[in-house]
């Protein structure tokens, strides 16, 4: 979730504290990172790790912001209903793709970003914006080149798990959208945070209440508190620390792309989920492309 997120903070840039403000950053980051694998390691099925997740990263998240206020309105709703969408959908792609397929997929939400904003934010569309986006098609696509086996549930449900994770894409770069909009730019950026969870509470709650989980074990309890609280909650937190700090927005989002490399590779690493071949070359274009397109943006912004 840390793509483009530094743009999100409206902050003037203050020393917090006497920890480096990138640090911050890079641990932010390292915790997004470990998103996929806490919810690999969980056997709750994605309604259940959904409610218990947000449900701790809500209250994380408002005990160290409600003193910006929490006033809600319904430009800040409608925000707030994507966000939930994004967690939402990036859970349940985890839970029926791999891990590789669910991060890369989500982290296509430029090319949403980059068609849209000229109808809605009337920003001029680029031409490197439209090599951006044939790139990141193409590399989209590959994903989808994966051999399918009928007989087998997990690859049969790989597909569905694909196109969540490519919604949880939509749905990201149309929350990045609506908290760019002059609309949002003097409300606090945590409230959409703080909502979108609460959202998530509300709509889980109800089906899990109907189908509960046989028996939840100590491993699956831990494994939603960090996913609430640290990787949702407290990595948002020191993000917005590190950006008010006075990390640039170019260094805060190149460091922001460790987060779709290192996800697979925990997963990998712990759980030995091995991407297929497809999605690493699918992924490796995505990056490439976007990362390609972030520092050229940046440096024709500081151009004369």
């Known amino acids: ?13 203050v020393q917090t504290s006497n920890f480096p403000p990138m640090a911050f950053i890079v641990l932010a980051v390292l915790l997004w990172s470990t998103g996929g694998l ?45 966000y939930a969408g994004t967690l939402t959908c990036f859970v349940y792609a985890n839970k029926t793709t791999t ?31 439209l090599i951006t986006v044939v790139f990141c098609l193409a590399g989209m696509s590959l994903f989808f080149l994966e051999p399918q086996n009928a007989a087998n549930k997990l690859a049969t449900n790989v ?54 989980p046989a028996q939840i074990g100590s491993n699956d309890i831990l494994a939603i508190l960090f996913l609430g609280i640290f990787q949702i909650g407290i990595a948002y937190v020191l993000f917005t620390n590190g950006i008010a ?24 690493l712990f759980v030995g989920e091995t991407p297929s071949v497809w999605a690493i070359i699918g992924g490796a274009i995505i990056i490439v492309a976007v990362v390609f397109h972030t520092i050229k943006s940046s440096h024709e912004k500081v151009s004369p």
Do not use: C
Not at 49 to 57: C, E, K, P, T
Not at 100 to 125: C, G, H, R, S, V
Not at 166 to 187: D, E, N, T
Not at 252 to 258: D, E, K, L, Q, T
């Open 38 to 82: 806490f919810i690999k390691l969980t056997t709750l099925d994605a309604f259940v790790v959904n409610l218990g997740r947000s449900l701790l990263a809500a209250i994380t998240v408002a005990v160290f912001t409600y003193k910006k206020g929490l006033r809600i309105d319904k430009f800040t709703l409608l925000s707030s209903f994507l």
């Open 99 to 129: 891990a590789a397929n669910a991060i890369f997929l989500q982290y296509t939400a430029p090319i949403y970003i980059l068609i849209l904003a000229p109808f809605i934010l009337k920003e001029k569309f680029r031409f490197s914006d």
């Open 159 to 212: 597909f569905w798990g694909n196109v969540a994770a490519l919604a949880s894409g939509v749905f990201f770069g149309l929350y990045f959208i609506l908290l760019r909009h002059p609309k949002s730019l003097q409300r606090n950026p945590a409230l959409s945070v703080f909502y979108g969870n609460i959202l998530i509470v509300l709509l889980m709650f109800p089906i899990v209440l109907n189908n509960p």
């Open 245 to 268: 700090g006075g990390v640039r927005s170019l260094d805060a989002s190149i460091v922001g792309f460790v987060e779709p490399l290192l996800n697979p590779v925990w997963v990998f």
């Open 1 to 13: 979730m840390s793509l483009w997120f530094n743009n999100l903070i409206m902050n003037k840039p």
